[in-house]
């Protein structure tokens, strides 16, 4: 996969943005928080009209928490080749919320996750004000229900691949 210096400025004013997740198991479409989130949603749409998130796998799947996708490698450690900033707003996680995985403060790259239909509030309490929300599915709950529900390894990685077939962006 390719990696970049930095993303490019993508967004258009006054457009509201949603992402059409294409997964072996079925579409998740996210509505994004352009408003909220500019950074992070720019650096998701500008990689996913440039085809990065194409054949990807969910690498991490935790019952009851999330599942996670958006690494090149499919190990967790690899990313679009920079880093952006967080961006850490009122709004707080709740189920099917969508949040940037990081490795610490100011570490987003292109890794993601969306909360499980059954988190805990210990667990929401452990991603408030650390990680990025940036959107929320608006459809394809039962997709992510099923992904969550996956038989996975001692590393929480799906024994069989969950694939991220592509990310289609749609402006309005």
């Given at each position: 996969?390719?990696?970049?210096?930095?993303?490019?400025?993508?967004?258009?004013?006054?457009?509201?943005?949603?992402?059409?997740?294409?997964?072996?198991y079925?579409?998740?479409?996210?509505d994004?928080?352009?408003?909220?989130?500019?950074?992070?949603?720019?650096?998701?749409?500008?990689?996913?009209?440039?085809?990065?998130?194409?054949?990807?796998?969910?690498?991490?799947?935790?019952?009851?928490?999330?599942?996670?996708?958006?690494?090149?490698?499919?190990?967790?450690?690899?990313?679009?080749?920079?880093?952006?900033?967080?961006?850490?707003?009122?709004?707080?996680?709740?189920?099917?919320?969508?949040?940037?995985?990081?490795?610490?403060?100011?570490?987003?790259?292109?890794?993601?996750?969306?909360?499980?239909?059954?988190?805990?509030?210990?667990?929401?309490?452990?991603?408030?004000?650390?990680?990025?929300?940036?959107g929320?599915?608006?459809?394809?709950f039962?997709?992510?229900?099923?992904?969550?529900?996956?038989?996975?390894?001692?590393?929480?990685?799906?024994i069989s691949?969950?694939?991220?077939?592509?990310?289609?962006?749609?402006?309005?």
């Open positions: 996969s390719k990696t970049y210096s930095a993303p490019q400025q993508v967004l258009q004013n006054n457009t509201d943005y949603k992402a059409v997740l294409k997964t072996s079925g579409d998740i479409t996210i994004l928080f352009e408003s909220e989130a500019p950074t992070t949603v720019n650096n998701f749409v500008f990689l996913a009209q440039d085809g990065f998130y194409s054949n990807m796998i969910f690498h991490r799947v935790i019952k009851d928490f999330i599942i996670q996708t958006g690494d090149p490698k499919g190990t967790g450690i690899g990313g679009p080749g920079y880093y952006i900033a967080d961006e850490i707003t009122d709004r707080k996680f709740a189920p099917y919320m969508v949040g940037m995985a990081n490795a610490g403060t100011n570490t987003n790259g292109s890794q993601f996750f969306i909360t499980a239909k059954n988190i805990s509030q210990t667990n929401i309490n452990g991603l408030n004000g650390k990680y990025t929300i940036f929320e599915v608006v459809s394809g039962s997709v992510v229900d099923a992904i969550n529900s996956v038989q996975t390894n001692s590393s929480d990685k799906p691949d969950v694939k991220l077939l592509s990310v289609e962006i749609i402006k309005s």
